[in-house]
């Protein structure tokens, strides 16, 4: 009986050695690339080392910690060290939709005018439409300008008279006075008609639920590590963020070429949304796809972000337009219902909100690949939490995943 104890013992050891060592390194995920003799004579037996570790981790990834389900009972959020928490530098009252300085809108609503400024570095922006719509839909009013020499635009529009106590406003560019234009900001700007006949820019239904939980304390610990879709020690992710940002020093700059690459290399899986089977969400499974839905890219993003050491969350929500809504409505105001997924991403001492979602242009479709722009967007790259909560409800930072 002593020896029966002893061998469970020493089996239960190696257990937890062999479960701490999948937890912490990527010696059994990437085991052909630790030993490629092996790799090369017994691909079956690496490959199955491979699968193991991935099953490993699902299973350990959501086993929570003594602090966690002490947390769980008492119905708080677990306690993070204080050191480990990203201090957050929120911008507030800003009039910016988004703080990306190269291609940038923002709004002044005083009274009966509207002013539109910013700049953009596209030539596909070089000319603007500004566009008023009714509470019916109806445009009632349109006006034209163009950017400067450098690139700025700063236009004062009298917004039109009307019986509605609500407008809508949208802002197409395009490369010539005249010709094709596509869709700038649209369908989430609405100004409010004041009690004295003026108007102000409409503030989100959301936006105090998204602060109070965009301002929480998030660890950067949680947001570096390797999970079994978030692959960020794989070495294919590693080596394709390391090339995307050779020579780039700031964090900021770096997020900024991910998000870039991610825009133009994937497509949105349109014709996967009427499958019953859930798409594939593991980043390598992805980058070698090129197609994902948006919890898809937002992995992707973490991965990549994660493993050259920037802090990156994948954030869970609900967005407006993912279906047939485009504004909040009573039920989609308390809704904990999730649809969709995006990032923060730490740089420059705050959290960045990243979509890569939805500054794609590319989608599947029919199986056919399609791009609605030659350029990537930036209106959710580094999106002003204002703006972003038009569309956007915060719901849930995903741990484990």
């Not at 990203?86 to 002044?108: C, H, Q, R, V």
């Not at 940002?245 to 290399?265: M, N, P, R, V």
């Not at 409505?329 to 997924?341: V, Y």
């Amino acid at each position: 009986m002593k020896y029966i104890k002893r061998f469970i013992a020493v089996i239960l050891l190696l257990a937890i050695a062999v479960c701490v060592t999948n937890a912490k390194t990527d010696l059994f995920l990437n085991f052909g690339d630790y030993f490629p003799s092996a790799a090369e004579k017994y691909p079956e037996f690496t490959s199955s080392v491979t699968e193991a570790s991935e099953c490993l981790s699902l299973i350990t990834d959501y086993i929570p910690s003594p602090s966690e389900i002490w947390a769980a009972l008492r119905h708080t959020e677990p306690p993070i060290n204080p050191k480990d928490v990203a201090t957050n530098a929120y911008i507030e009252n800003s009039p910016m939709l988004t703080f990306y300085p190269n291609e940038n809108i923002g709004m002044i609503a005083d009274f009966d005018k509207i002013e539109l400024f910013g700049v953009t570095s596209s030539r596909q922006k070089s000319h603007l439409v500004a566009e008023f719509y009714d509470e019916n839909g109806e445009q009632i009013n349109q006006t034209s300008f163009s950017v400067n020499s450098s690139g700025e635009f700063n236009k004062s529009i009298t917004i039109p008279d009307t019986n509605s106590l609500s407008l809508k406003l949208a802002v197409y560019t395009g490369s010539k006075a005249y010709g094709q234009f596509t869709s700038w900001v649209y369908n989430y700007i609405t100004l409010d008609k004041t009690p004295d006949g003026g108007w102000e820019l409409a503030k989100s239904p959301v936006f105090d639920h998204n602060r109070q939980m965009y301002e929480k304390d998030k660890s950067i610990k949680d947001a570096l590590k390797h999970t079994p879709s978030i692959q960020s020690t794989n070495s294919g992710i590693v080596s394709i963020a390391e090339q995307l940002t050779q020579g780039i020093e700031s964090d900021y700059d770096k997020a900024l070429a991910l998000h870039d690459w991610i825009c133009s290399y994937m497509y949105y899986d349109v014709d996967s949304l009427s499958d019953p089977q859930t798409p594939p969400y593991f980043a390598s499974d992805i980058v070698k796809s090129r197609k994902a839905v948006c919890l898809g890219f937002a992995t992707l993003m973490a991965a990549l972000c994660r493993s050259i050491d920037i802090p990156c969350n994948v954030v869970s929500g609900y967005a407006l337009g993912v279906g047939s809504d485009i504004e909040w409505t009573d039920e989609t105001i308390i809704t904990e219902e999730q649809n969709h997924a995006w990032n923060e991403v730490y740089a420059d001492g705050r959290w960045i909100i990243v979509d890569t979602t939805w500054d794609c242009a590319n989608k599947i479709e029919n199986g056919e690949q399609v791009s609605k722009s030659s350029e990537v967007s930036h209106i959710y790259f580094d999106a002003n939490l204002q703006f972003f909560s038009n569309n956007h409800k915060i719901l849930e930072y995903a741990k484990r995943r």
